[in-house]
């Protein structure tokens, strides 16, 4: 399933995880200034493979955020605000207790935005010893796995996205669920909220390489110009369609953990299975100049 042009890279070596997607990058200190060839070997490596784990980092806020501008300008998570002093990173974070896990279901960053955005860069500080894993699945793979009928009924499919969709929420709004959760201190409320609906093709043509993807994730509510009633059996087949297990590859985190994916072709789910252990990531999610199509 992986691009059948994935060449050998002298920079770094590059160990795929699974037939679905993924693959171990070694060799490769992300602290230090990488060359223009070495960056660009690593975006090549990460449109091949489509997630990238790259062992043993050693980050502080600061170099992190220096790596992650090498990757684009910032997309502000909407909902929360970020680090002290480093608004761009924004901590994932589950203490002992907490029955919220953030990113427990499928789904690919922000695609309630207008501009989705293109990459996402979470590094592991502080594991559970045992789970804490994310899956992903490839979303080219899932687009390719569908019948030539369904191929083209899903190609004239939109999804309407809504970051405040209250059915993810127990029919709470998003803001009302996190106060509950003890997260209130965190909210972010800008005045005007605006970039939490987004409209987009289900199927994706990736802008670099023009593979086509099957875009789909929690945050879809329906279908555009479908009510939620009549979007529902087909989005169940959908969802269920992406998580196929032989699309799929699992991260199993060590602290030092740093992944990167591409949310164009990526969907990705935080496994919940550490109730009394905590487990903290530092996220940057990187902005997209033009929007799904
Ligand atoms: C996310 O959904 O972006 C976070 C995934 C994780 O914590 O493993």
């Known amino acids: 399933m992986l691009s059948p042009h994935a060449p050998p890279c002298p920079d770094f070596t590059i160990v795929p ?30 449109l091949d493979y489509q997630v990238l784990f790259i062992r043993d980092q050693s980050l502080e806020p600061d170099t992190f955020l220096k790596f992650g501008k090498r990757w684009g300008g910032i997309h502000f998570y909407p909902y929360m605000k970020g680090l002290e002093g480093y608004p761009e990173i924004f901590e994932v974070i589950k203490n002992p207790g907490e029955d919220r ?4 279901r499928w789904h690919s960053d922000q695609m309630y935005s207008e501009k989705p955005c293109k990459f996402t860069i979470l590094y ?29 009924l899903a190609g004239r ?17 998003r803001d009302n669920w996190y106060a509950e959760k003890g997260m209130g201190g965190k909210l972010h409320r800008p005045k005007a909220r605006t970039d939490v609906v987004g409209i ?28 939620e009633t009549e979007s529902q059996p087909l989005y169940d087949f959908f969802m269920k369609h992406v998580s ?50």
Request: some cysteine; overall charge positive.
């Open 17 to 46: 995880t699974s037939g679905g997607l993924g693959a171990d990058i070694y060799g490769i200190d992300v602290t230090k200034p990488l060359s223009q060839v070495k960056f660009k070997n690593l975006k090549r490596a990460l």
């Open 244 to 293: 196929k297990d032989t699309f799929t590859c699992r991260l199993k985190w060590q602290p030092g953990t740093l992944a990167i994916w591409d949310n164009r072709c990526v969907s990705h789910y935080a496994i919940s299975d550490y109730p009394k252990e905590r487990r903290v990531m530092h996220r940057i999610t990187i902005k997209d100049a033009v929007k799904p199509y």
């Open 200 to 227: 987009h093709p289900l199927i994706r043509t990736h802008p670099d390489t023009r593979r086509k993807a099957l875009y789909i994730g929690d945050q879809t509510e329906r279908f555009d110009g479908m009510s």
């Open 124 to 152: 592991a500080r502080e594991l559970p010893r045992i789970g804490g894993d994310t899956l992903f699945t490839n979303l080219y793979a899932a687009y390719e796995a569908l019948s030539p009928g369904m191929k083209k």
């Open 157 to 173: 499919l939109r999804t309407y996205n809504n970051g405040d969709n209250t059915k993810r929420y127990g029919g709470k709004s």
């Open 101 to 104: 896990t953030f990113g427990n």
